[in-house]
């Protein structure tokens, strides 16, 4: 039975701040937090700039924990997550794992950026892409605060943002693995798909 949902903030001493909502559910004499997944549009400016530190340190901060994913060339944490979707597409995907297999894989990766800025309260966003799909509405995702610009024209390759390539090569987002059957047009990087695979040419 769900019994209230309210701001973090309301429970001094468990988790004092006011990023997430949350759902107090009652289940038989237990009282269970919740955490509750905002849309983009509802996320506060630390909120995203939270979010974003959390990924770049996954990024570049956290070592690869996979060694099947290093001996491809994953050197971090959010690359072997990278390494685990392509190498799960055939069976994660078009079929009745899809829902339950991502919904697992996100639940990780959200623990995980938990854990790497120390914040048990981040959850990660949704993109009501059915109505946030342009850069008019306060949910699109593809701006220099968070997911950054949509990218060069020709090349996609991100210009703007945190995970930005820069003019001269240098980038927070570097890409270690690569999809070999789709390699010839240039980077998807987070700003395309969330866990989107991702091409060289960034
Ligand atoms: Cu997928």
Known sequence: MVESRNSISSL???LANERSTYLLIKASSRLIIMLCRKGIKDLSPPEKSKFVEAALM???AVSSQIPAAAADGSISRWDDYVWLHLHAMHGAHRGSAFLPWHRE?????????RN???DPTLTIPYWYWTTARSSIDPGWPFVDDFMGGLGETDTLIVRTGPFRTNMDGTSDWVL????AETSTSSSWTVTTCFFAYQKPGS
């Not at 894989?105 to 950026?113: G, N, T």
């Not at 270690?176 to 999809?179: A, S």
């Open 105 to 113: 894989l996100l639940r990780v990766v959200e623990q995980d950026m």
């Open 58 to 60: 996954l990024k570049n």
């Open 116 to 118: 790497a800025v120390s």
């Open 12 to 14: 001094p001493g468990m």
């Open 176 to 179: 270690h693995i690569v999809d």
